[in-house]
T-cell receptor, first 111, second 115 residues
């Protein structure tokens, strides 16, 4: 079992709709959770971090965490063509531990 | 520009040669990570430093790989006796705060091609 699992996609969403990206993790002791966006040929950039159960909103982005289900999701509202990228879920167990990435979900926003 | 610099950006080498990559983080005395990424995959953890101490190294990493971070400043990643399977993008990332948040700033990467 992979430590962080994501559906590789591609996920195709019409412009203006909500894109929903999902991630599960295997280590129940994980404490910190992150979503990174990676455009083709570029390095990952952090878009959201979440540390406690529930929702965290930042502009058009909402991260959701359910530690009991070991599940993290990212919602992108009013999807724009510029949101087309690979979205990477990352998990950290504690302050002294490494950060593990999933394989990413490729998102395509169609006009 | 995240402020994390990597050099060289591209390296083409022949199988069996040694290569070294350098990473200059945003600030010193914090956490610095090395990852490897191949096409269609997420970043694969290689190793991690807290200041100059190497805290963890991936069990998947062969002994041909070595990393250093002298004095908690820049870091180097050396690959000895390169193999074609080492071809990948090597990413350096910095967690620059006083406290570890896990929020990483990535450099632009060093792309390695082994012929």
């Amino acid at each position: 079992q992979k430590e962080v699992e994501q559906n590789s996609g591609p996920l195709s969403v019409p412009e203006g709709a909500i894109a929903s990206l999902n991630c599960t993790y295997s280590d129940r002791g994980s404490q910190s959770f992150f979503w990174y966006r990676q455009y083709s040929g570029k390095s990952p950039e952090l878009i959201m971090s979440i540390y406690s159960n529930g929702d965290k909103e930042d502009g058009r982005f909402t991260a959701q965490l359910n530690k009991a289900s070991q599940y993290v999701s990212l919602l992108i509202r009013d999807s724009q063509p510029s949101d087309s990228a690979t979205y990477l879920c990352a998990v950290k167990r504690s302050s002294a531990s490494k950060i593990i990435f999933g394989s990413g979900t490729r998102l395509s926003i169609r006009p | 520009d995240t402020g994390v610099s990597q050099d060289p950006r591209h390296k083409i080498t022949k199988r069996g040669q040694n290569v070294t990559f350098r990473c200059d983080p945003i600030s010193e005395h914090n956490r610095l990570y090395w990852y490897r990424q191949t096409l269609g995959q997420g970043p694969e953890f290689l190793t991690y430093f807290q200041n100059e101490a190497q805290l963890e190294k991936s069990r998947l990493l062969s002994d041909r790989f070595s990393a250093e971070r002298p004095k908690g400043s820049f870091s180097t990643l050396e690959i000895q006796r390169t193999e074609q399977g080492d071809s990948a993008m090597y990413l350096c990332a910095n967690d620059p705060g006083q406290e570890s948040t896990g929020e990483l700033f990535f450099g632009e990467g060093s792309r390695l091609t082994v012929l």
